[in-house]
């Protein structure tokens, strides 16, 4: 089965310092790809998305992600994150060879210390 | 406009009863997903419905079943109760889903325990 990565189960970084959240995955045919946030007891909400066209997507809050089709990666960055960025985030694919569903990464939880 | 609405938010049930969830999709979307999310199993695909027919079905047991209305309104059921089906249970809904790309929304879920 296709399969979502994401590297890192929880990444530490101090307010105002740039992030990166890195997600991989295993299709190399045509997916469209997805990052969302899920705060404490919340659903998740939708940051960006890629279906095609630029590489580079912007998104909510000031996040954005690049699609890099040879490493088959959507990473996830935000130059300067805030104590409420603090939540978990998901990288989530969807495709034919993804069984026409989202398929979601494991999730990194982001702690954004003062 | 309303986003996807989860009834009941919170509920407590004894193993082996029976539990309904329903689920409000957003106005126009007819597509409607449901996810289970556990602290073990992440985020885990149950099944999406469309035009009231079960158009996809993820790898769960025969006990997780799911309907949806003329109105796109969604429930699901799961019956003889387990303590490993506490869990998030995420509805999901978008205008025609599948492998579209359409954006999907969540609402913000229904939390079973099992006792």
């Known amino acids: 089965a296709q399969s979502v990565t994401q590297l890192d189960s929880q990444v530490p970084v101090f307010e105002e310092a740039p992030v990166e959240l890195r997600c991989n995955y295993s299709s190399s045919v045509s997916v469209y790809l997805f990052w969302y946030v899920q705060y404490p007891n919340q659903g998740l909400q939708l940051l960006l998305k890629y279906l095609s066209g630029s590489t580079l997507v912007k998104g909510i809050n000031g996040f954005e992600a690049e699609f890099n089709k040879s490493q088959t990666s959507f990473h996830l960055r935000k130059p300067s994150v805030h104590i409420s960025d603090t939540a978990e985030y998901f990288c989530?694919?969807?495709?034919?060879?993804?069984?026409?569903?989202?398929?979601f990464g494991a999730g990194t939880i982001l702690r954004v210390k003062s | 406009k309303a986003g996807v609405t989860q009834t009941p938010r919170y509920l407590i049930k004894t193993r082996g009863q029976q539990v309904t969830l329903s689920c409000s999709p957003i106005?126009?979307?007819?597509?409607v997903s449901w996810y289970q999310q556990t602290p073990g199993q992440g985020l885990q695909f149950l099944f999406e419905y469309f035009s009231e027919t079960q158009r996809n079905k993820g790898n769960f047991p025969g006990r997780f079943s799911g309907r949806q209305f003329s109105n796109s309104r969604s429930e699901m059921n799961v019956s003889t109760l387990e303590l490993g089906d506490s869990a998030l249970y995420l509805c999901?809904?978008?205008?025609?889903?599948?492998?579209?790309?359409?954006?999907?929304?969540f609402g913000e879920g229904s939390w079973l325990t099992v006792v």
């Open positions: 106005s126009g979307h007819r597509s």
């Open positions: 999901a809904s978008s205008l025609v889903g599948g492998s579209s790309g359409n954006t999907i929304y």
């Open positions: 989530a694919v969807s495709g034919t060879e993804y069984g026409n569903k989202l398929v």
